[in-house]
């Protein structure tokens, strides 16, 4: 069974362009999730998706946004990049939000985004 | 903010040697949730134990969970060399949305 996968490996744009990163999620899970892992700033979380519906976003401008896809595939763009949007994007997925017990996220291998 | 807390930063051991590394949090929690990350790319999940459970084997690695003291920990029995990366504990706040909130990490190096 495939795995998370994302693509592209690795981005380089320059400050103010828009970057676009994909994701494709283990056959079977609805949410997706988005985490940035900056250097000197651990792993942050970005955003999560379930059912094509934004669920829950974390503490980040307006400027990082995605979408679902009906395949459960996902885009995150990030808009005017700025320097420190330099990073490890990690995207992982899950099954469904469910009642009582959460479950594992598991992850891709990450897209590594620098900005010049 | 990071919930989670690893202890220590780092760690440096022979290899066959036991590795343990601990994490402390701060709010109710679902669950816990143990990853690995090699050289930067994407983490691997190791185990997940429950916020009702106390204590989880997983091949060479075991699990405890200390929910009056918000605390958990990782042994790594009988280490190896390719056990040698960064070791992260994630929690669901029992009240979260779904989200993990994710350690700074510790550093574990395998020396042969």
């Known amino acids: 069974e495939a795995g998370v996968t994302q693509s592209p490996t690795h981005l380089i744009k320059t400050r103010g362009q828009q970057a676009t990163l994909r994701c494709s999620p283990i056959?079977?899970?609805?949410?997706v999730y988005w985490y940035q892992q900056a250097l000197g700033l651990g792993l942050q979380f970005l955003l999560w998706?379930?059912?094509?519906?934004?669920?829950n976003r974390g503490n980040f401008p307006p400027r990082f946004s995605g979408r679902q896809f009906p395949n459960y595939s996902s885009e995150l763009n990030v808009n005017a990049l700025e320097l420190e949007d330099s990073a490890l994007y990690l995207c992982?997925?899950?099954?469904?939000?469910?009642?009582?017990?959460?479950?594992?996220?598991?992850f891709g291998p990450g897209t590594r985004l620098t900005v010049l | 903010s990071q919930q989670g807390e690893e202890d220590p930063q780092a760690l440096s051991i022979q290899e066959g040697e036991n590795a343990t590394m601990n994490c402390s949090y701060k709010?109710?929690?679902?669950?816990l949730q143990w990853y690995r990350q090699n050289s930067g790319r994407g983490l691997v999940h190791l185990i997940l134990?429950?916020?009702?459970?106390r204590e989880k084997h997983s091949g060479r690695l075991r699990v405890t969970l200390d929910t009056s003291k918000k605390s958990s920990s990782l042994l790594i029995t009988a280490s190896r060399a390719a056990d040698t990366a960064s070791y992260f504990c994630?929690?669901?706040?029992?009240?979260?949305?779904?989200?993990?909130?994710f350690g700074q990490g510790t550093r574990l190096t395998i020396n042969p």
């Open positions: 992982a997925s899950s099954l469904g939000p469910g009642t009582t017990w959460k479950v594992e996220q598991f």
């Open positions: 056959s079977g899970h609805t949410s």
């Open positions: 998706y379930d059912e094509g519906e934004e669920r």
């Open positions: 709010t109710s929690i679902n669950n």
């Open positions: 134990i429950r916020s009702n459970e």
């Open positions: 994630a929690t669901d706040a029992a009240q979260g949305a779904q989200k993990l909130v």
